[in-house]
């Protein structure tokens, strides 16, 4: 059973400019949730995923954050018109429903805005 | 509103001590569960442990501990005979309900061991 994916790894953009992260969640693990981590702080909860229907979004999820799970497979999440702030380690996690719940984390990607 | 508290940023013991990491958490919620997750110095997060809040039984794998005191509000862990290879982040997290919801983190303990 593969971890939880996540692409780029790395990622580096100018500000201003959009960026979009996929996340490929566990085979069969119906929620999928976006965290971002900043250094030397924990993970801060941004969405999450029921299949294909968001269920939460967090007031860190600003308008120029997007993410979507189309098909209630992978999801991506979008930012628009990067600012430095945004800087960050992106997270995904999923997990399974009626399961024992542990959210997997995938590797994160990290993005640089200059 | 959930938090959860590490006041301890960083730890550094030598090899073979033990070492106990504190968590403190708050919430108004009766049913919540807690966790503990490791980071590494590669990035990812493993899962250690989950217990709900109404398990106060303490447990036991291997090197690792876990003390559950609703009383103190506390869920803290204990990494006996420490080796070099626990050398990571630690980071304590609750959520709601039946634990399938969003994770509030702490900020995280830093552990080194020391050889």
């Known amino acids: 059973d593969t971890g939880v994916s996540q692409d780029p790894r790395h990622k580096i953009t100018k500000r201003g400019q959009n960026v979009t992260f996929r996340c490929d969640p566990i085979?069969?693990?119906?929620?999928l949730y976006w965290y971002r981590q900043t250094l030397g702080q924990g993970p801060e909860f941004l969405t999450y995923?029921?299949?294909?229907?968001?269920?939460?979004k967090s007031r860190l999820l600003s308008d120029r954050f997007s993410a979507e799970r189309p098909k209630g497979s992978f999801s991506t999440l979008e930012i628009q018109r990067t600012e430095q702030g945004d800087s960050a380690m992106y997270l995904c996690?999923?997990?399974?429903?009626?399961?024992?719940?542990?959210?997997?984390f995938g590797p994160g990607t990290r993005l640089t805005v200059t | 509103a959930q938090k959860v508290t590490q006041a301890q940023t960083e730890i550094s013991v030598v090899e073979k001590e033990d070492v106990t990491l504190d968590c403190v958490y708050e919430?108004?919620?009766?049913?919540?569960?807690l966790f503990w997750y490791k980071q590494p110095p590669s990035g990812e997060l493993v899962f250690l442990i989950r217990?709900?809040?109404?398990?106060?039984q303490n447990e036991i794998s291997g090197r690792y501990s876990w003390n559950f005191q609703k009383s103190t509000s506390s869920f803290n862990f204990t990494i006996t005979a420490s080796q070099v290879v626990d050398s990571a982040v630690y980071f304590c997290?609750?959520?709601?309900?039946?634990?399938?919801?969003?994770?509030?983190f702490g900020t995280g303990t830093r552990l080194t061991i020391i050889p």
């Open positions: 919430t108004r919620d009766t049913t919540y569960y």
């Open positions: 997290a609750l959520t709601r309900n039946f634990g399938n919801e969003k994770l509030t």
């Open positions: 996690a999923s997990s399974a429903e009626g399961g024992s719940y542990e959210q997997y």
């Open positions: 085979s069969e693990h119906n929620r």
């Open positions: 995923f029921q299949n294909e229907a968001q269920l939460e």
């Open positions: 217990r709900n809040s109404f398990d106060e």
